[in-house]
C-alpha cells in the first residue's frame, strides 16, 4: 500500500487480493466526505484481516491520519481480532519515538472502534527492497534508524513480535517509521499469544519460536537479522513453498552468506547478520544496543565510504538504486573471501533430529493459520475500490524531459527515477529534464548529474553505466 498527501490533497495507491463483492462491501461503509469523530474522510487506503483503513483530516487541526476500523469479523474471530486491536491502541499510545508512527486517538464512535494514528507517506522497506533501492551504507544507516526504534520499545518492556520490510516505511523526507503494533507484547499483553498458537509472519520467526518458545527480545533480534538481510541483498535469507523445507532452514539458521549474493558487502555488515541469524539465541546480541554498536562499526569501516559510493553488481536489470553507483571489477577480489562469525554457531545437526517432530507440534499449536498471519494487519486494497483525491503535482515543463542523446547503435536508454516524487536534473549546469527521466548512454560511460527538489538538499549523482542495469533511482536528503 502506497500513500501520499501532495499539494493538501489525498493520493492513494492501493493493491489487494481481495475479490470485488468484498471490497464494495467495504467500500459502503464510509464515503469520502463523511465524517468519523472529527475527521473528514478524504480517500480509502484499504483492508485487511482487522477492517479497513481510510485517510482523514481533522477539521479543526487540519491534521491527517491514518484511520483504523475495525469490522468484518466473524463469531469465531471477534474476540481475538478485538483483544489484537485494543492491544495496538494500548501499546502505541504509552509510544513517543521520531522512527515509530505516532497514535492520536483510540474511539469507540456508533458502536465501531477506531484508532487513530499518524499518516506516513511514503514506501514500504518492502518495495524498496524489491526495487533494490539501497547501497550497502544506505543499507546500514536505514537499519540503523530501524535498529534504534527496536531499542526503544525493548527499554520499556515492549517485544514488536512482526518486525519486518511490510511494517516499515521510508517517508518522504527520508524517515523511517516502524509500524503495526497489533501483535506487539507487553506486561499487561501476556495472553494475547495464547489466542491461535505462535503469532507472527513464518519467514521472520527464530527457531526458538517454531519450537514454542514465547517471542521476546532475541526473536526481534533474529527478525532485525532477517530485514537486513533483505536490504543488502534484496531477497530472503529463508524462503521454500513448503514449510517443511521453510522449517528445516530456520531450524539450522541455513543461508547463503549476504557477500556472496552482493560482493559489495563489507565483513562489518555481513558479522552484523550472523550475529543476529544465530540458532542459539544465547549466542545472539543480547540487547539491540549492542548490535546498534556493530552497525555503527561497520559504516565507520575505511572501505564503507568506497562502498556507498559504488552500486552492487548484483543489482539486476530493471533494478533501482539509491546513492552514488558505479561497476566494480574488483568487488568480487576484495568482499569475497569467508567471514568469520562473531558468535560460535550452534551445529546444524543438533536440531536435525527433532526436525519433523516439530513441525508436527507447530501445526498443532497453529495449523494452517500462521500463513495466514501473514498480513497481520496489513491493509491492502485494490485499484478498481480506491477513493482518490484529484492529484495536483506540477506539471512538467515542456521541452526538457527529452533525450540530450539521440539513439544509436551504440547507446542504450538508463531510466534516472527519484524516490517520493519528481526531481529536477542537471548536467554540466543544464536543466535537462526532471524524474522520471530516460537518458541515451553507452556501456562504460561516465555520468555526472545534480538533483534539486524544493526543500531537499542537492544530490549530486556520480555513477559508471554498467551493462546488466537499467534503473537508476536516488533519494534526496530533506532539509528539515
Given at each position: 500500500?502506497?500513500?501520499?498527501?501532495?499539494?493538501?490533497?489525498?493520493?492513494?495507491?492501493?493493491?489487494?487480493?481481495?475479490?470485488?463483492?468484498?471490497?464494495?462491501?467495504?467500500?459502503?461503509?464510509?464515503?469520502?466526505?463523511?465524517?468519523?469523530?472529527?475527521?473528514?474522510?478524504?480517500?480509502?487506503?484499504?483492508?485487511?484481516?482487522?477492517?479497513?483503513?481510510?485517510?482523514?483530516n481533522h477539521v479543526k487541526?487540519?491534521?491527517?491520519?491514518?484511520?483504523?476500523?475495525?469490522?468484518?469479523?466473524?463469531?469465531?474471530?471477534?474476540?481475538?481480532?478485538?483483544?489484537?486491536?485494543?492491544?495496538?491502541?494500548?501499546?502505541?499510545?504509552?509510544?513517543?519515538?521520531?522512527?515509530?508512527?505516532?497514535?492520536?486517538?483510540?474511539?469507540?464512535?456508533?458502536?465501531?472502534?477506531?484508532?487513530?494514528?499518524?499518516?506516513?507517506?511514503?514506501?514500504?522497506?518492502?518495495?524498496?527492497?524489491?526495487?533494490?533501492?539501497?547501497?550497502?551504507?544506505?543499507?546500514?544507516?536505514?537499519?540503523?534508524?530501524?535498529?534504534?526504534?527496536?531499542?526503544?520499545?525493548?527499554?520499556?518492556?515492549?517485544?514488536?513480535?512482526?518486525?519486518?520490510?511490510?511494517?516499515?516505511?521510508?517517508?518522504?523526507?527520508?524517515?523511517?517509521?516502524?509500524?503495526?503494533?497489533?501483535?506487539?507484547?507487553?506486561?499487561?499483553?501476556?495472553?494475547?499469544?495464547?489466542?491461535?498458537?505462535?503469532?507472527?509472519?513464518?519467514?521472520?520467526?527464530?527457531?526458538?519460536?517454531?519450537?514454542?518458545?514465547?517471542?521476546?527480545?532475541?526473536t526481534d533480534i533474529w527478525?532485525?537479522?532477517?530485514?537486513?538481510?533483505?536490504?543488502?541483498?534484496?531477497?530472503?535469507?529463508?524462503?521454500?513453498?513448503?514449510?517443511?523445507?521453510?522449517?528445516?532452514?530456520?531450524?539450522?539458521?541455513?543461508?547463503?552468506?549476504?557477500?556472496?549474493?552482493?560482493?559489495?558487502?563489507?565483513?562489518?555488515?555481513?558479522?552484523?547478520?550472523?550475529?543476529?541469524?544465530?540458532?542459539?539465541?544465547?549466542?545472539?546480541?543480547?540487547?539491540?544496543?549492542?548490535?546498534?554498536?556493530?552497525?555503527?562499526?561497520?559504516?565507520?569501516?575505511?572501505?564503507?565510504?568506497?562502498?556507498?559510493?559504488?552500486?552492487?553488481?548484483?543489482?539486476?536489470?530493471?533494478?533501482?538504486?539509491?546513492?552514488?553507483?558505479?561497476?566494480?571489477?574488483?568487488?568480487?577480489?576484495?568482499?569475497?573471501?569467508?567471514?568469520?562469525?562473531?558468535?560460535?554457531?550452534?551445529?546444524?545437526?543438533?536440531?536435525?533430529?527433532?526436525?519433523?517432530?516439530?513441525?508436527?507440534?507447530?501445526?498443532?499449536?497453529?495449523?494452517?493459520?500462521?500463513?495466514?498471519?501473514?498480513?497481520s494487519g496489513n491493509y491492502?486494497?485494490?485499484?478498481?475500490?480506491?477513493?482518490?483525491?484529484?492529484?495536483?503535482?506540477?506539471?512538467?515543463?515542456?521541452?526538457?524531459?527529452?533525450?540530450?542523446?539521440?539513439?544509436?547503435?551504440?547507446?542504450?536508454?538508463?531510466?534516472?527515477?527519484?524516490?517520493?516524487?519528481?526531481?529536477?536534473?542537471?548536467?554540466?549546469?543544464?536543466?535537462?529534464?526532471?524524474?522520471?527521466?530516460?537518458?541515451?548512454?553507452?556501456?562504460?560511460?561516465?555520468?555526472?548529474?545534480?538533483?534539486?527538489?524544493?526543500?531537499?538538499?542537492?544530490?549530486?549523482?556520480?555513477?559508471?553505466?554498467?551493462?546488466?542495469?537499467?534503473?537508476?533511482?536516488?533519494?534526496?536528503?530533506?532539509?528539515?
Amino acid at each position: 500500500m502506497r500513500a501520499e498527501i501532495m499539494n493538501g490533497e489525498a493520493k492513494a495507491v492501493c493493491y489487494s487480493l481481495f475479490p470485488a463483492s468484498a471490497r464494495l462491501t467495504i467500500m459502503e461503509r464510509f464515503s469520502v466526505n463523511q465524517m468519523i469523530g472529527d475527521y473528514r474522510i478524504t480517500a480509502f487506503l484499504g483492508a485487511g484481516g482487522m477492517g479497513e483503513v481510510y485517510l482523514g483530516n481533522h477539521v479543526k487541526l487540519g491534521r491527517w491520519a491514518a484511520i483504523k476500523v475495525l469490522s468484518g469479523m466473524s463469531p469465531a474471530s471477534a474476540s481475538s481480532l478485538t483483544d489484537r486491536f485494543f492491544n495496538e491502541a494500548r501499546v502505541q499510545s504509552s509510544i513517543q519515538h521520531p522512527n515509530i508512527a505516532a497514535l492520536y486517538d483510540f474511539q469507540e464512535i456508533g458502536g465501531k472502534l477506531f484508532i487513530f494514528m499518524e499518516f506516513v507517506d511514503g514506501e514500504s522497506l518492502e518495495d524498496l527492497v524489491k526495487r533494490r533501492a539501497f547501497t550497502v551504507g544506505d543499507a546500514l544507516a536505514t537499519f540503523q534508524s530501524i535498529c534504534e526504534a527496536v531499542a526503544f520499545l525493548h527499554e520499556r518492556g515492549i517485544v514488536h513480535r512482526d518486525i519486518k520490510a511490510p511494517n516499515i516505511k521510508l517517508t518522504s523526507g527520508g524517515t523511517i517509521k516502524l509500524l503495526d503494533f497489533g501483535i506487539a507484547k507487553d506486561a499487561a499483553s501476556a495472553n494475547l499469544t495464547k489466542v491461535g498458537g505462535v503469532i507472527g509472519t513464518p519467514r521472520y520467526l527464530a527457531p526458538e519460536q517454531l519450537s514454542g518458545e514465547p517471542a521476546n527480545r532475541q526473536t526481534d533480534i533474529w527478525a532485525l537479522g532477517i530485514l537486513l538481510y533483505e536490504m543488502l541483498t534484496g531477497v530472503e535469507p529463508f524462503e521454500s513453498d513448503s514449510i517443511l523445507t521453510l522449517y528445516g532452514q530456520i531450524k539450522d539458521a541455513r543461508f547463503e552468506r549476504p557477500e556472496k549474493l552482493n560482493p559489495a558487502v563489507t565483513r562489518g555488515a555481513s558479522r552484523v547478520v550472523s550475529g543476529c541469524l544465530t540458532v542459539n539465541p544465547a549466542e545472539r546480541y543480547q540487547t539491540v544496543d549492542e548490535l546498534i554498536l556493530d552497525v555503527r562499526r561497520a559504516l565507520n569501516q575505511p572501505n564503507e565510504a568506497k562502498i556507498h559510493a559504488k552500486a552492487s553488481r548484483f543489482l539486476r536489470k530493471s533494478s533501482g538504486v539509491s546513492g552514488e553507483q558505479a561497476s566494480g571489477a574488483n568487488f568480487a577480489e576484495n568482499f569475497s573471501d569467508a567471514l568469520p562469525s562473531p558468535r560460535r554457531k550452534t551445529p546444524l545437526a543438533a536440531v536435525a533430529a527433532g526436525s519433523i517432530a516439530g513441525v508436527l507440534l507447530l501445526f498443532s499449536f497453529v495449523g494452517i493459520g500462521i500463513w495466514a498471519m501473514g498480513d497481520s494487519g496489513n491493509y491492502q486494497a485494490n485499484n478498481s475500490a480506491i477513493v482518490v483525491a484529484p492529484d495536483k503535482s506540477p506539471a512538467k515543463p515542456n521541452g526538457i524531459n527529452s533525450p540530450v542523446r539521440q539513439r544509436s547503435a551504440k547507446t542504450k536508454p538508463v531510466h534516472i527515477d527519484s524516490f517520493e516524487g519528481s526531481a529536477q536534473v542537471f548536467r554540466n549546469g543544464q536543466q535537462i529534464g526532471v524524474t522520471p527521466l530516460d537518458l541515451e548512454v553507452e556501456d562504460g560511460e561516465k555520468i555526472e548529474l545534480t538533483l534539486k527538489r524544493d526543500g531537499f538538499d542537492e544530490k549530486q549523482i556520480n555513477f559508471q553505466v554498467s551493462p546488466g542495469q537499467r534503473v537508476y533511482t536516488f533519494a534526496l536528503k530533506s532539509k528539515h
